[in-house]
C-alpha cells in the first residue's frame, strides 16, 4: 500500500516563504495529476495546484504567481513552492496522487500564516 507523507509545513511571518514535499512510500503507476490541496477551519477543502502528467499545472487564483508546484519522479515527490504567504493561506495542506486505478492522500500538514 503506497502512502503518501508530506513535510515542511510550520508557522511563518506574513511575506514569508515555506516549501512542502509529498513523497510516496512507493511507486505509482498510471499517474494522472498531482496536486496540493488545503483546507482552512470552518471552510471546505479547495484544490490550491495541480500538476498533470502532461507536464501543465493549474493554480488557486489567489496563490498564482506566488505558490509554484513541481514533481521529481525519480524520487516519487511532489513540492510545493510557496512565497509571499498571506495569513488568508493558513490552512492544513493535503497532496493528492490521482491514478487511472486510485487516488491517494497524505495526511496532511499544518502551515500557519502569522505575525
Known amino acids: 500500500q503506497v502512502q503518501l507523507v508530506e513535510s515542511g509545513g510550520g508557522v511563518v511571518q506574513p511575506g514569508g516563504s515555506l516549501r512542502l514535499s509529498c513523497e510516496a512510500s512507493?511507486?505509482?503507476?498510471?499517474?494522472?495529476?498531482g496536486g496540493w490541496y488545503r483546507q482552512a477551519p470552518g471552510k471546505q477543502r479547495e484544490v490550491v495546484a495541480l500538476?498533470?502528467?502532461?507536464?501543465?499545472?493549474n493554480y488557486l487564483s489567489t496563490v498564482k504567481g506566488r505558490f509554484t508546484i513541481s514533481r521529481d519522479n525519480s524520487k516519487n515527490t511532489l513540492f510545493l513552492q510557496m512565497n509571499s504567504l498571506e495569513p488568508e493561506d493558513t490552512a492544513v495542506y493535503y497532496c493528492?496522487?490521482?491514478?487511472?486505478?486510485?487516488?491517494?492522500w497524505g495526511q496532511g500538514t499544518q502551515v500557519t500564516v502569522t505575525s
Open positions: 512507493g511507486s505509482i503507476n498510471g499517474i494522472t495529476a
Open positions: 493528492n496522487v490521482a491514478s487511472v486505478i486510485k487516488t491517494y
Open positions: 500538476i498533470f502528467s502532461s507536464g501543465i499545472k
